[in-house]
């Protein structure tokens, strides 16, 4: 009989997988454990972001314009770590899309919510 080992799978979320070490937080952290793990097991990838999952290519702001000619009424948030000023116009003046900038809290995120479905 073959011995049974464990697995692990880990999700990472947010954590992301990039060489370069500049503006690459998780490349600059102290993470022993990880890399013991990294170094020590079996281990692969998985893209879970953009085209990889059906995304368009590019920003969100054009994932969002997308979204308004496809589906008129959805109520849209977009997170951003760049700002409104990046966004177009028509976004940031529509009031079915609401922008958190990032970071945000969960009240931040509530009140996104409130104003792109208010209850009713």
């Given amino acids: 009989m073959q011995r049974r080992r464990p697995v692990m799978l880990a999700i990472l979320d947010g954590w992301g997988w990039r060489e370069d070490a500049a503006d690459n937080a ?3 952290a102290r993470t022993p454990n990880y890399d013991r793990l990294w170094a ?11 085209k990889d999952v059906g ?3 590019g920003r969100g702001d054009g ?4 979204l308004l000619e496809t589906r ?5 948030i977009i ?16 009031p079915r ?4 900038s990032k ?11 409130e104003a792109v479905h208010p209850a009713g």
């Fill in 26 to 28: 998780v490349r600059q």
């Fill in 40 to 50: 020590s097991c079996p281990h692969s990838l998985l893209r879970t972001s953009g």
């Fill in 55 to 57: 995304l368009p290519d």
């Fill in 63 to 66: 994932l969002a314009a997308q």
């Fill in 72 to 76: 008129a009424g959805m109520p849209i």
């Fill in 79 to 94: 997170a951003t770590g760049y700002g409104e000023a990046h966004l177009d116009a028509s976004l940031r003046a529509n």
């Fill in 97 to 100: 899309i609401a922008i958190l």
């Fill in 103 to 113: 970071p945000y809290d969960m009240a931040q995120l509530q009140a996104a919510i």
